[in-house]
């Protein structure tokens, strides 16, 4: 993502809250302004006359640093004033307050008056940032109108970061949305780049209530960055006051959608509104109008673009108002082969926008439009998904039109056996597709972040729910952005599922199968199969377990660093939220940092000696049995820049072998009379940076792999 450079300014906080003629007002607003606008008012709350108001003179409270308002508007210069924190008044009168360190965590309030007036503004003490939100109504499954106002603190302080302004705010979340402490949605009135993670108008307040370490999202968004995926969700914990009332600390989050500064792929969207741009110019020439009305014609018919993407798909054309438009005659429509971002989640298994694959993995896609009203949309994005599922089920992981497909389903869950069920076969054919590697399908470096950031959390919704699949245009899928982890590491959950297994893999584990038949099939599963993609992941686990999982685990490293950084701020919010501990079995504040960080360093120590060496891991996951019977003998470098490699095979029944090269390469040979075989195959094949690997595989007479007569080299 680019991001804009960090820029010092000073600003001021505006805190209106109440003012008193005779009686007093209570307007409970918290007012985030540069000096340029400190007259301005809040549309809601505001009950002061014009230009009366206390203004703090600092950007945030600091411990030891002294607080100072200015009484905007006052009559004369016999002022009083009265402080108090959290409600309590303390014995200080003047304009002056210097918070200490029993403040933090607490509303630092001073009230002035003079011979008309009293008015008071608040402060919220933290070391975290603070976000004040009102509301003239409750907040529910639809957006609300509301207020946002950002305070930094002594790491942020940068005006652009400290949004001031209106907002639409509604509810979040599948089962967290009927918890107390509820997550949010909300949508600025402007694209702003709050603490530098990228302009947009979309963002997100993540409640974390069963999580009260509130680290385990942000530590795993981070951590998928860290590997390297193209788009890992930036966060930030702040302190939430919501309509007065202190709600805990809360995660300030990228909200997961395609844009330049989200997952960076083709936008329909935008080309609608190019589309609607160009329509209206058009049409604003011929019937001379202004600019207010192209603005409104416009806005309207990109709005009609963007709720129907048929135009999307031959002949392009789109009717409104009873007048058909060729779209592709004022924008370049390309072919629909990506543009989506796809999330999986049962939540939507009946839902008609979304996709389910054969194996009953069910996909919806982010932007609900394109799956409603863009079949060919539709239809590339479920067969593109199960090409790449039945090259999973296939023997050299490979799709073939050839083979026979099957659509497996689960009836019932059993704890002894897992799921009980059927498969039947499939008529299925993707010609587009045919001969394709999974690798030549989906990016395998995704395949192997998502595999690490599945192992690592052991996430109860890993492979299960919030899992996205993103795709660009004439490009290979993703299997990214990495979302959801509040019942990662082991943590108490409000269903008291049991999870805090930290020596186990999480993909064999049954007990992780046990929710939904999908997950008994889910695509991890596959792939440990594939002594190639084993190969990868092993390779990259020697290279982050010094470094990026050190980091996290080491004394003083990223875990205890947390658990310094946010004491106050985990203390004030177990005070908050302590009642409902209970629910689940929470742990507070520090519990839970002691219990993250035990199950993080026990799981790490029993991956350490999985990845002891490759045929270790190999025999830990399980998955993969190599045969014997069936060798490698020889790999030899010619001076020809060809490669060439000899097999042997003790069966009796086999007639060809086939060799795979780094998986995508695929050459067979056949078994002369002494059960020998070779293929020679140039060396541009090979990864020249790191560890090659050809797989053999013995085929019959008919040219079908034998099960289990497979192995492998390293090279």
């Not at 933090?104 to 008309?116: F, G, H, P, Q, R």
């Not at 979304?354 to 439009?369: I, M, R, S, V």
């Not at 389903?409 to 587009?432: L, R």
């Not at 908050?576 to 079995?585: A, P, R, S, V």
Request: charged share 25%; aromatic share 16%; hydrophobic share 35%.
């Amino acid at each position: 993502m680019n991001k804009k450079n960090f820029i010092h300014s000073k600003w001021s906080v505006l805190v209106l809250c109440t003012v008193s003629f005779a009686v007093l007002f209570s307007a409970g607003m918290y007012f985030l302004t540069d000096r340029k606008s400190q007259t301005e008012k809040n549309p809601f709350t505001d009950t002061s006359p014009d230009n009366v108001f206390l203004i703090f003179d600092n950007h945030y409270a600091c411990v030891n640093t002294p607080l100072t308002v200015s009484f905007v508007g006052a009559s004369g210069n016999d002022i009083t004033y009265q402080w108090s924190i959290d409600g309590k008044e303390i014995s200080n009168s003047t304009d002056t307050y210097i918070p200490t360190s029993d403040d933090l965590e607490k509303l630092i309030t001073v009230s002035a008056s003079d011979k008309t007036n009293t008015v008071s503004a608040s402060i919220y003490c933290s070391k975290l940032p603070v976000i004040y939100i009102n509301t003239k109504n409750y907040i529910a499954d639809v957006y609300v109108d509301a207020s946002m106002n950002i305070q930094g603190n002594s790491e942020y302080t940068d005006s652009t970061d400290l949004y001031s302004g209106n907002i639409s705010i509604k509810l979040r979340g599948n089962s967290t949305r009927k918890r107390e402490k509820a997550p949010y949605k909300i949508k600025l009135d402007k694209k702003s780049d709050l603490f530098h993670m990228g302009e947009n108008k979309h963002w997100v307040l993540l409640a974390n209530d069963i999580d009260h370490t509130f680290i385990r999202n942000k530590l795993m968004y981070d951590f998928s960055g860290s590997l390297g995926a193209d788009f890992a969700a930036e966060s930030l914990n702040v302190a939430l006051i919501l309509n007065n009332e202190y709600r805990g600390v809360y995660q300030l989050c990228e909200h997961v959608r395609v844009g330049k500064e989200r997952v960076d792929i083709f936008d329909w969207e935008e080309l609608a509104e190019d589309a609607a741009n160009a329509v209206a110019k058009e049409k604003a020439e011929k019937e001379k109008w202004s600019k207010e009305e192209e603005k409104k014609w416009r806005d309207i018919f990109e709005e009609e673009l963007c709720f129907d993407f048929s135009w999307l798909s031959s002949p392009y054309t789109f009717t409104y108002d009873k007048i058909t438009y060729n779209i592709s005659d004022y924008v370049n429509i390309p072919d629909t082969t990506g543009g989506f971002l796809l999330e999986m989640d049962f939540y939507n298994l009946q839902n008609s926008n979304g996709l389910t694959t054969n194996y009953q993995q069910p996909f919806y896609f982010n932007t609900p439009e394109y799956g409603y009203t863009n079949k060919a949309l539709k239809d590339y994005a479920r067969r593109y998904l199960q090409s790449f599922e039945y090259a999973l089920h296939s023997p050299d992981f490979t799709y073939h039109n050839s083979d026979i497909h099957y659509r497996g389903f689960g009836n019932h869950y059993d704890p002894d056996k897992g799921w009980i069920g059927d498969e039947y076969e499939a008529d299925y054919s993707d010609k587009e597709n045919d001969g394709k590697h999974y690798s030549q399908l989906f990016d395998m470096d995704s395949l192997i972040i998502n595999f690490f950031v599945c192992e690592f959390s052991m996430n109860w919704d890993c492979m299960k729910n919030s899992v996205f699949v993103t795709k660009d245009l004439n490009s290979l899928a993703k299997l990214s952005p990495a979302w959801d982890f509040d019942w990662a590491f082991g943590n108490n959950n409000m269903f008291n599922i049991f999870t805090n297994i930290p020596t186990e893999w999480h993909t064999t584990n049954e007990y992780f199968t046990s929710e939904q038949y999908y997950q008994s099939v889910q695509w991890n599963r596959y792939l440990v199969k594939d002594p190639y993609f084993l190969m990868l992941a092993y390779n990259r686990y020697q290279e982050i377990r010094p470094t990026i999982i050190e980091d996290i685990i080491k004394d003083g490293g990223l875990l205890d660093n947390y658990y310094e950084k946010y004491y106050e701020a985990g203390l004030a919010n177990d005070k908050k939220w302590q009642i409902t501990y209970g629910q689940y079995q929470g742990k507070n504040y520090e519990e839970s940092m002691a219990a993250l960080k035990e199950f993080i360093t026990t799981r790490i120590a029993w991956m350490d000696e999985q990845f002891v060496s490759y045929e270790t891991f190999v025999n830990s996951i399980g998955y993969y049995k190599p045969d014997n019977r069936i060798n490698v003998t020889d790999i030899s470098y010619n001076q020809d820049n060809t490669v060439t490699v000899k097999a042997e095979s003790s069966f009796n029944n086999i007639s060809e072998i086939s060799f795979q090269i780094n998986g995508t390469e695929i050459l067979k040979s056949t078994v002369s009379s002494d059960g020998t075989a070779s293929i020679t195959f140039d060396s541009s094949k090979l990864d020249k940076t790191g560890k090659n690997m050809v797989q053999i595989h013995g085929m019959d007479k008919e040219g079908k792999y034998l099960e289990q007569s497979t192995n492998y080299k390293i090279f």
